[in-house]
């Protein structure tokens, strides 16, 4: 009865994500690249938030192509990308926890940045966002680099050790018995508090002193406060969602046993939660659209410098060639034509002007300061 209760809730764990993943997979890399490309236009890049935003786009697209695309491999094709070597395992793991954790930490920090610049008590500059946004990425790199230290193919720390059963990406218990400790117990839980709690703090406060002090502002100036309040929604609708989409995921892995992995709705109930963590990091281009007015703008005109203008020019070309009865081989040979002759012609000019006259006249070459 437990065998037939484990083996349907893998099924139905591996339909579900075998559906649902290249949905959240697609979604992500289309969404996030075309906001990527419309935040660091010159209308939006102006304004330092659209960088930071720009940035969290690249973040998000790591942290689902890292972590979502794995399980999918794993879910339908039975392939692990950490277990191919030890390279790959420690390799993979590290970049799937600093994209994991960039983004939460981004979202705090242009939610502070953004208040600082809307209340006048600082100001931001492209150096100085560059200079954080390094400083953020270091500081990530640097705090989850054990994770490529202590990694490895080994036995797997849930299940008794067996030459039948493969090695996993994950801690020797054995070797590493004190860092497998921390790993186990304090490592969820300070995670927890310094990605989760600490930045969820920092966005909501940011974001209702943010609202508060643009409305202020609104109400002495309407005209110069208009972008201001879009970026400042955009900011608003993606620091929501991301509290409300992540924060399940976190608390489930902080306050669940590792023992827990072994029961038979754990995989189903992660894999749920793990969905809906994704989700979050595929629909900001949804956000931007519906809360940002210049995200919209520059939305429709990247769409028609791109594409609307190429089939205008497609179409005028082709009326010439329909009216005038030139080919597009023609049409080539004429243009070559016109620039050889005006080359000819402009080559002709200059023999002129420097061909001394015969009249007994000084010629222009004599005078260069004449020219």
């Known amino acids: 009865m437990n065998d037939s209760v484990i083996y349907s809730h893998v099924n139905l764990t591996r339909w579900v994500s075998c559906i649902l993943s290249p949905i959240i997979l697609l979604g ?6 075309i906001s990527f490309i419309v935040l660091l236009r010159p209308r939006l890049r102006r304004q330092t938030t659209s960088i930071y935003l720009a940035v969290l786009c690249v973040a998000e697209i790591g942290t689902c192509y890292t972590g979502l695309l794995r399980q999918f491999l794993l879910d339908a094709f039975d392939l692990d990308i950490r277990r191919l070597n030890s390279f790959t395992c420690r390799t993979h793991i590290l970049l799937t926890y600093v994209f994991l954790r960039l983004a939460p930490l981004l979202l705090a920090l242009v939610t502070l940045q953004r208040y600082l610049y809307v209340s006048q008590r600082a100001k931001c500059s492209l150096k100085s966002t560059c200079i954080q946004l390094t400083c953020l990425f270091l500081f990530v790199c640097f705090a989850e680099g054990h994770l490529f230290t202590f990694y490895d193919l080994t036995y797997s720390d849930t299940r008794q050790r067996s030459d039948f059963i493969p090695l996993e990406c994950t801690v020797d218990k054995v070797r590493y018995t004190s860092y497998y400790s921390f790993r186990s117990k304090i490592y969820p839980k300070l995670t ?9 703090v920092v966005i909501i406060l940011g974001n209702f002193l943010l609202v508060r002090t643009v409305r202020q502002a609104s109400k002495r100036s309407r005209s110069t406060t208009r972008k201001k309040r879009s970026v400042t929604r955009m900011l608003y609708a993606v620091s929501v969602l991301y509290t409300v989409l992540t924060s399940p995921a976190s608390i489930f892995l902080a306050v669940v046993p590792a ?23 595929s629909v900001n281009f949804l956000l931007f659209c519906a809360s940002g007015t210049f995200f919209r703008q520059e939305f429709a005109s990247f769409i028609n410098a791109n ?12 009326q010439i060639v329909t009216t005038t009865g030139i080919s597009k081989y023609e049409d080539e040979t004429m243009l070559q034509s016109l620039r050889y002759l005006a080359h000819s012609d402009v080559s002709s000019c200059r023999s002129e002007i420097r061909t001394p006259k015969l009249n007994g006249k000084p010629s222009l070459d004599s005078h260069p300061t004449s020219l």
């Not at 594409?307 to 082709?318: D, G, H, L, P, Q």
Request: net charge positive; hydrophobic share 50%.
């Open 192 to 200: 927890l508090f310094l990605y989760t709690i600490i930045p969820l």
């Open 28 to 33: 992500c890399a289309l969404g996030n690249i």
């Open 259 to 281: 023992s827990y992995q072994l029961a038979p709705g754990f995989r189903l109930q992660w894999t749920l939660l793990r969905l809906l963590f994704y989700l979050c990091h």
């Open 307 to 318: 594409c609307i203008c190429k089939i205008e020019w497609a179409n005028t070309r082709t």
